[in-house]
């Protein structure tokens, strides 16, 4: 990696760590420029904004769970490549949380114009996942969408109550989330009694 590139990155980890502790909107060039241990005036070298460096970071995070899910793509079927993207989506989310509580709160605060980069990518991201489901229910691209919504609110909401001496490894915790999600709650036997 040369020189300039490590930089950036040490960089868009100062900015990343201040977003995902203070906000986006609490956070100043200035406090990016003290974190990175460089002046405003060399900060502005590497960063044109704020707004891109939010921009910068959030296209960073998608990189690196676009690579946490790229997994799935060798496995034949689609429960084995949906269980490998929950997972991949899981060991991200539960090792790297404050990061992203960034795309999470953060991301909205983005400009149209700084935007698109990382809107392109949750898009794509969030796609990714609504085609994986509409290969397991064919022609079903409407409930595959709305299913990939519920199961990205199901993962997204796990670090405010997982722990892993009572929930398991990541691994475990990924293949019964993942049952969970494809049979549902009840049986269609329970379903049918409980509906009674």
Known sequence: MHAYDQRFQEVLDSAE?????????ATSMRDIARAACMSVAGLYYYLP????????????????LEAGSAASTGLAS????????????LGYLLTNNLSYRVLLHDMQALDGESSHGARAR???YFQSLVD?????????????????????????????WYRE???GD???LAARLTELFLAGFYSGALLAQATA
Do not use: Y
């Open 78 to 89: 689609p429960s084995d490549r949906l269980a490998a993207f929950v997972r991949g989506h």
């Open 132 to 160: 994986l489901l509409a290969e397991l229910e064919p022609g079903g691209q409407h409930r595959a969408r709305m299913a990939a919504g519920a199961l990205f609110g199901m993962l997204n909401w796990v670090p405010t």
């Open 122 to 124: 949750r898009r794509r």
């Open 170 to 172: 990541v691994k475990e």
């Open 165 to 167: 001496e009572r929930d």
């Open 17 to 25: 760590s201040l977003f995902a502790r203070q906000g986006f909107h």
């Open 49 to 64: 904004s704020k707004q891109a460096a939010l921009s910068f970071v959030c296209e960073r995070i998608f990189d690196r």
